[in-house]
């Protein structure tokens, strides 16, 4: 199993409705936890971090994050057209302070 | 939030020259910088961890002789790509962690690198 794993997508959703993201993690990464915004052609941009158990709002952003089960998710209300972006799941490995990314998921809002 | 720039852009260079790229943390100090490439339509490959006053480490698989980097100062870390050849074309991003607990890094704006 990949240290983090997200399906590629693309996730396609209509105008306002809400995307939900999803991620899972393996033992070796169970500390901090990441969503990045990369779109195309640029570089990632942090959108939210989640360090504990449950949910965390920031705007139209949910972070939660549920250690039990080992998978962490974001969820964005009311989705934009400028929303279509990848998204990046990374979470901090155990030893060190790197991050491991997953592949990301690619997020398409259509008007 | 922080804010990480680098420099340049995007470069065209001929196969067999040298390229550097700086990364700078602009309004905080930055004891980790990070390097990473990307390839049209893959994931970020992180290829080194550079620590202000320290040798580099690369990941397994990056040359460190051909990727040669050198964090000076807290603010300021480069990426030379030396003798670069065409399979080097790449984006090459670089992000920064601040002081504190929590791990998150800063990535730059990104260096597009097309060897010719």
């Known amino acids: 199993q990949k240290e983090v794993e997200q399906n590629s997508g693309p996730l396609s959703v209509p105008e306002g409705a809400i995307a939900s993201l999803n991620c899972t993690y393996s033992d070796r990464v169970s500390q901090s936890f990441f969503w990045y915004r990369q779109y195309s052609g640029k570089s990632p941009e942090l959108i939210m971090s989640i360090y504990s158990n449950g949910d965390k709002e920031d705007g139209r952003f949910t972070a939660q994050l549920n250690k039990a089960s080992q998978y962490v998710s974001l969820l964005i209300r009311d989705s934009q057209p400028s929303d279509s972006a990848t998204y990046l799941c990374?979470?901090?490995?155990?030893?060190?302070?790197?991050?491991?990314f997953g592949g990301g998921t690619r997020l398409m809002v259509k008007p | 939030g922080a804010v990480v720039s680098q420099h340049p852009s995007w470069v065209i260079c001929k196969s067999g020259t040298s390229v550097k790229i700086e990364c700078r943390s602009l309004d905080f100090q930055a004891t980790t910088m990070f390097w990473y490439r990307q390839f049209p339509k893959q994931s970020l490959m992180l290829m080194a961890t550079s620590n202000e006053g320290s040798k580099a480490t690369y990941e397994q698989g990056v040359e460190k002789d051909k990727f040669l980097i050198n964090h000076a100062s807290l603010t300021l870390s480069t990426l030379t790509v030396t003798s670069a050849h065409p399979e080097d074309s790449s984006f090459y991003i670089c992000s920064a962690r601040p002081p504190g607990p929590f791990y998150e890094q800063y990535f730059g704006p990104g260096t597009r690198l097309t060897v010719t």
């Open positions: 990374a979470a901090r490995e155990n030893a060190g302070n790197m991050l491991t």
